[in-house]
């Protein structure tokens, strides 16, 4: 059974072929739990041999840093963008960001102004009413008045 690797770091569950196809995941942006779940193994996993395999620690450390890049360079710039990854270029993501701390302040000023939103009210769906019935016309439209709310 075994195949000669002569060390049980891996197990089964966690072999080399499995290890190279999750941090290929994790390379390419995939959070941890994403690609654990990519390639079928337990979350907790990689961690675990992280912890006890210095060689798997450094490819994964390796694997993350090339992942945080590949996802910053799929982030457009903006608030997020300078919010997460601290981009601070003066083009766009800190404008944005300026822009967007002054929005939830009015935001929150309007908030305080007025009623909570109140939920949507529960509307039950009728059952289709039967042509022959001649009340079926009118209980329908009782039961469900015009949607104001697109107005
Ligand atoms: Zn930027």
């Known amino acids: 059974m ?20 999750f941090l290929d995941q994790v390379a390419a942006g995939a959070q941890l739990g994403e690609a654990a779940a990519a390639v ?63 929005g939830r302040r009015r935001a929150a000023d309007a908030d305080a102004t007025r009623e909570p939103d109140s939920p949507a009210p529960v509307r039950t769906v009728p059952k289709a009413p039967e042509p022959e019935s001649p009340t079926s016309f009118l209980l329908r439209s009782r039961s469900s008045p015009p949607d104001r709310r697109a107005a």
């Open 2 to 21: 075994t195949r000669g690797r002569g060390r049980p770091a891996g197990g089964p569950l966690f072999d080399e072929a499995t290890r190279q196809q």
């Open 40 to 102: 079928g193994i337990h979350r907790n996993l990689p961690g675990y041999h992280a912890r006890t395999d210095g060689v798997f620690a450094r490819r994964l450390e390796e694997a993350l840093a090339r992942g945080k890049a590949a996802r910053a360079d799929k982030v457009p710039h903006g608030e997020y963008r300078y919010n997460v990854l601290g981009c601070r270029c003066k083009e766009i993501c800190t404008p944005a960001a300026s822009a967007a701390r002054a």
